[in-house]
């Protein structure tokens, strides 16, 4: 008789297991960015019901519907001498039972993407609204043809105390143009609420293939002036934040280059 029973206590304790209200991120800088938010190791605790309130009367998205949106801050408050930047990184640590769900940064598929990390690194940004939910994950949720309801909806904005995002390090030259790729109109989904808008000087100054969906251009980097150590492909309009400006950390290339047969 006790046996008839299991399934049904297993079921109750399930679904009693309390919200525990929080998970642990580490964020990977590769050494570059410092953050007061983190651990040494770069861990970050997200505790829900201490983020800041998105003002919006928006309860849905697609198909996805919640009751508030709150905001997450990824503070990058200095950089570390001698190390080179690779972009920004979002990895699970410790989700406490949350399935993680996000929309999908490529051009085409499904809306919703459950693999983790989330990056902001030359190939493609991903940061935007997250959903976290015990029971539903991005299976569930690109079921189109339902309406689901999730526990958090979480957006997730970078927040840099020089209002830059360093992507990599790419060579300069004084006297040669140096080629290489940027970030364009479709860096970011559309979808996400936040939006790239590449700088005027490389606006069609370049090429890109149509395959790639103008998430990239191939421009030249080069310096306005003698001092900058940095090039700047764009900006990212992020919700309640200043414009994060996007680009490459510049490192001098005094070799002589020869060209043949001259």
């Given at each position: 008789?006790?046996?008839?029973?299991?399934?049904?206590?297993?079921?109750?304790?399930?679904?009693?297991?309390?919200?525990?209200?929080?998970?642990?991120?580490?964020?990977?800088?590769?050494?570059?960015?410092?953050?007061?938010?983190?651990?040494?190791?770069?861990?970050?605790?997200?505790?829900?019901?201490?983020?800041?309130?998105?003002?919006?009367?928006?309860?849905?998205?697609?198909?996805v519907k919640f009751?508030?949106?709150?905001?997450?801050?990824?503070?990058?408050?200095?950089?570390?001498?001698?190390?080179?930047?690779?972009?920004?990184?979002?990895?699970?640590?410790?989700?406490?039972?949350?399935?993680?769900?996000?929309?999908?940064?490529?051009?085409?598929?499904?809306?919703?993407?459950?693999?983790?990390?989330?990056?902001?690194?030359?190939?493609?940004?991903?940061?935007?609204?997250?959903?976290?939910?015990?029971?539903?994950?991005?299976?569930?949720?690109?079921?189109?043809?339902?309406?689901?309801?999730?526990?958090?909806?979480?957006?997730?904005?970078?927040?840099?105390?020089?209002?830059?995002?360093?992507?990599?390090?790419?060579?300069?030259?004084?006297?040669?143009?140096?080629?290489?790729?940027?970030?364009?109109?479709?860096?970011?989904?559309?979808?996400?609420?936040?939006?790239?808008?590449?700088?005027?000087?490389?606006?069609?100054?370049?090429?890109?293939?149509?395959?790639?969906?103008?998430?990239?251009i191939v421009a030249?980097?080069?310096?306005?002036?003698?001092?900058?150590?940095?090039?700047?492909?764009?900006?990212?309009?992020?919700?309640?934040?200043?414009?994060?400006?996007?680009?490459?950390?510049?490192?001098?290339?005094?070799?002589?280059?020869?060209?043949?047969?001259?």
């Amino acid at each position: 008789m006790l046996v008839k029973f299991l399934p049904f206590l297993l079921i109750i304790f399930r679904d009693a297991t309390p919200d525990s209200g929080k998970v642990i991120f580490q964020v990977d800088t590769c050494g570059f960015y410092k953050s007061e938010d983190m651990s040494s190791d770069g861990l970050l605790t997200v505790e829900f019901d201490k983020l800041d309130k998105l003002e919006t009367e928006q309860k849905s998205y697609i198909n996805v519907k919640f009751n508030e949106i709150k905001v997450l801050y990824i503070k990058l408050d200095g950089i570390n001498d001698g190390a080179s930047p690779c972009g920004l990184f979002v990895k699970d640590h410790d989700n406490q039972g949350y399935q993680i769900s996000f929309s999908a940064g490529y051009y085409v598929g499904n809306n919703f993407d459950f693999l983790l990390p989330l990056w902001c690194k030359i190939q493609q940004y991903e940061f935007g609204l997250v959903f976290f939910d015990r029971n539903k994950g991005a299976d569930v949720l690109n079921n189109v043809n339902e309406v689901h309801t999730v526990e958090h909806a979480v957006l997730i904005n970078i927040l840099s105390s020089d209002d830059k995002m360093l992507l990599g390090t790419r060579p300069h030259h004084k006297v040669n143009i140096i080629i290489g790729l940027c970030p364009y109109i479709n860096w970011v989904n559309k979808k996400r609420w936040i939006e790239f808008i590449p700088e005027d000087h490389i606006k069609d100054n370049g090429f890109f293939e149509e395959e790639n969906g103008y998430a990239h251009i191939v421009a030249p980097l080069y310096k306005k002036n003698y001092d900058e150590k940095e090039f700047f492909c764009g900006k990212l309009k992020q919700p309640t934040l200043p414009d994060l400006l996007i680009g490459y950390k510049l490192k001098e290339d005094d070799k002589t280059k020869e060209i043949d047969g001259v």
